[in-house]
Nanobody, 115 residues
Framework: QVQLVESGGGLVQAGGSLRLSCAAS????????MGWYRQAPGNQRELVAD???????NYADSVKGRFTISRDNAKNTVYLQMNSLVPEDTTVYYC?????????WGQGTQVTVFS
């Protein structure tokens, strides 16, 4: 069983930055995919960014050049550095760990960007 604990969401002015963290407890491997999704009310959950072993990353077009995902395998933690935030980034962000047997989600953390 894997548990994910997210932190770092909050309220920020447009143009500002936030850093999300997600610490995983339990049995995960450095080969498992870790990432971040977001979901606005009434919309499907969408990929923001993910990262696999070796550091290969994947970003949604809307966040390329503004967000950076990273992971610390020793700490089983994934980070999302969000810069140049815009009001359209306002929503709930969910951490993900994808193992061969199961997909785990965090509880979600709210990010609100005001202009």
């Amino acid at each position: 069983q894997v548990q994910l604990v997210e932190s770092g969401g909050g309220l920020v002015q447009a143009g500002g930055s936030l850093r999300l963290s997600c610490a995983a407890s339990g049995s995960i491997s450095s080969f498992d995919v870790m990432g971040w999704y977001r979901q606005a009310p009434g919309n499907q959950r969408e990929l923001v960014a993910d990262i696999i072993n070796g550091g290969r990353t994947n970003y949604a077009d809307s966040v390329k050049g503004r967000f950076t995902i990273s992971r610390d395998n020793a700490k089983n933690t994934v980070y999302l550095q969000m810069n140049s935030l815009v009001p359209e980034d306002t929503t709930v962000y969910y951490c993900l760990v994808d193992t061969p047997l199961h997909r785990y989600w965090g509880q979600g953390t709210q990010v609100t960007v005001f202009s």
